[in-house]
């Protein structure tokens, strides 16, 4: 029963990593650009669900709303204030990398000075655990998936039955033919950025659900696995992103199974690894970036 017990645990996992790789591949496939201040997002909507739950005693699903709103904002302001500047100044893709760390390790630090370092937690009212024989499935493991299915089934009827959410689509594939049809590509990067964004507290809310707390540093392993359920997915596939997030979360979990539990994350990185040298594009992926050494 060990075995079932790890892939629950998987698959609770597997439905946050789906989020992060979601957020990340819309941003990436769409924008080219890797907004690893996304860690800086993930972490402020946290705060900002804790802030709202303990300070201003408001119902959870509320707060996230909140958080969802505030990561969206500071999505797009991304975009406005620091990404478009750096461009009109004939910034390099490398310079525009440096940039967004910077935001993250500053926004982390503003994160110490006003909470301080030390983690929280936030009591959150779910089922009470469920026992089938030795298995046993919390309240966060039978709400977190749910949540995720559904956060995910809304953003996919978005990208495929919308004219935004097609154009987005459109735009990991061809944006001059957009432009030649007088689509302003700059909106629709602008939305991808507050899209991408605002699915970051939902992963954030899963995380505090399960009854783990919340650090000023904690963005920074959602960031990793985000680029990674990119890749893993194909970097030009948001949809194959998503579910490269559940299939890491349940390899990572499956893992410690036949290994001792502190090698889980180096064993699914490494399987993840071993494949992308097999096949680059990644499991859903068609293309990639051509490069020469």
Known sequence: MLFVQLLVNGIFA???????????????????????????????????ILAASLYGKLPFAFTVA????????????????LYRPLQRRGASSLVMVMASLGVMVIADNLIVLGFGPTGYSIDVSVPSTVSFGAVLLTGGQMVAPVTAAAVIALYLWFLFRSVNGRRMRALIDNEELLLLNGVDTGRLKMLAFALGSALLPCAAALSIVSGAGISPYFGIQAVLTGAMAMFFGGVDSIEGAALAGLALGVIESVAAYILPTEWQTAVTYAAVLLFLMVRPTGLFGRSLPKTSL
């Open 14 to 48: 597997g439905s946050i990593y789906a989020l992060l790789g979601l957020s990340f591949a819309t941003i990436f496939a769409t924008t080219k650009i890797w907004h690893f201040a996304q860690g800086a997002v993930y972490t402020l909507g946290a705060y900002v």
């Open 66 to 81: 909140l958080g969802v709103a505030a990561a969206a904002l500071l999505g797009a302001l991304s975009v406005a204030a």
